[in-house]
């Protein structure tokens, strides 16, 4: 498949949209983006990379860290992980208060309350959490340059109202064992981190279930990382996660920076970027991208 002149075709395509959106300003450090980035980039199991656009360019992932947080949390407590937090839908909002009051335990891993959960599982099976996930991101990415932003991470606790609201109901309901504030502080930590559209694509073909996953000392079998496409599948787009399987059919993460990294199992990774967001939270022109890529290449898991 010439995936090159796809790409270059796809975004010729989605240009007009530019303009479509709104940056996410909630956190400060955020809005400053410059709107018009776009990027999208292929790493192929074969060896092959094909990029378009600013790929070089490093941007905030936000949300798609909690693939890596989960990543983790799954090779240390394997099922057991399941009793800490749910693998179903939400159906709402990214920081949504409403099921976690009702529910008492996160949703998924993908919200906001189970990434803060995840957190906690870090802090509590590592004295060195930080470095550890920094290590096992730097070595699924392949740079060592890869680095968290601590300017995003404090601009995000000095406006993070919800999260903090979030994180109280935890301990409230027992959910977390450390400090409020320090899971906090490691949370924004771990969306702070930046990459470009070729590390991105990168860190995402070790998903793409092809081989052995064992990064940093961060090892899964092949089921686990399949449990972990399908929580993708199902949990990975906020409250559009029908909507992007309908037009898309690839497991995959976004984040409010604007990026989306997406699977095609066994094939490929992709991973897109463009700062401005729907009213759900992902990227106008990386949804539209990815739904032009499946479309032009018939290739999705469905
Ligand atoms: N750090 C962001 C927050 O907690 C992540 C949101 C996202 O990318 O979905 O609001």
Redesign the pocket.
């Known amino acids: 498949m010439d995936y090159q002149t796809i790409l270059e075709k796809v975004s010729k395509a989605v240009a007009p949209l530019t303009g479509e959106g709104k940056v996410a300003d909630y956190?400060p450090a955020l809005a400053n983006v410059n709107p018009n980035k776009y990027a999208v980039c292929i790493d192929s199991i074969d060896g092959n990379l094909y990029a378009v656009g600013d790929a070089d360019e490093r941007f905030s992932l936000?949300?798609i860290t909690k693939v890596f947080s989960l990543a983790m949390c799954l090779s240390i407590k394997g099922e057991e992980l399941w009793t800490r937090v749910g693998k179903e839908p939400s159906g709402t909002a990214?920081?949504s208060l409403v099921q976690l009051e009702v529910e008492g335990m996160p949703r998924n891993p993908f919200i906001?309350a189970g990434a803060i959960v995840l957190a906690d599982v870090l802090l509590t099976s590592f004295p060195d959490p930080e470095a550890r996930f920094l290590s096992f991101v730097r070595e699924l990415c392949g740079s060592d340059t890869v680095d968290y932003n601590l300017e995003v991470a404090h601009s995000?606790r000095e406006a993070g109202y919800l999260?903090a609201a979030i994180v109280n109901l935890l301990k409230y309901h027992k959910k977390i064992e450390r400090d409020v504030e320090e899971v906090l502080a490691f949370y924004?930590k771990m969306?702070s981190i930046e990459m470009n559209c070729k590390e991105l694509a990168r860190a995402f073909l070790a998903f793409a279930n092809h081989s052995r996953f064992d990064y940093a000392g961060v090892s899964l079998t092949l089921s686990q990382v399949k449990r972990i496409n399908a929580v993708m599948q199902t949990c990975g787009f906020y409250d559009e996660a029908g909507e992007f399987s309908y037009l898309v059919g690839l497991p995959g993460k976004s984040?409010?920076?604007g990026g989306i990294a997406a699977v095609y199992p066994r094939r490929y990774s992709v991973a897109v970027w463009s700062p401005r967001l729907n009213s759900k939270?992902n990227s106008v022109m990386g949804m539209k991208t990815l739904e032009l890529l499946t479309t032009e290449t018939m290739e999705s898991i469905f």
Request: with cysteine; charged share 5%.
């Open positions: 956190i936000q949300s990214f920081n906001n995000e999260n924004f969306c984040g409010v920076g939270g």
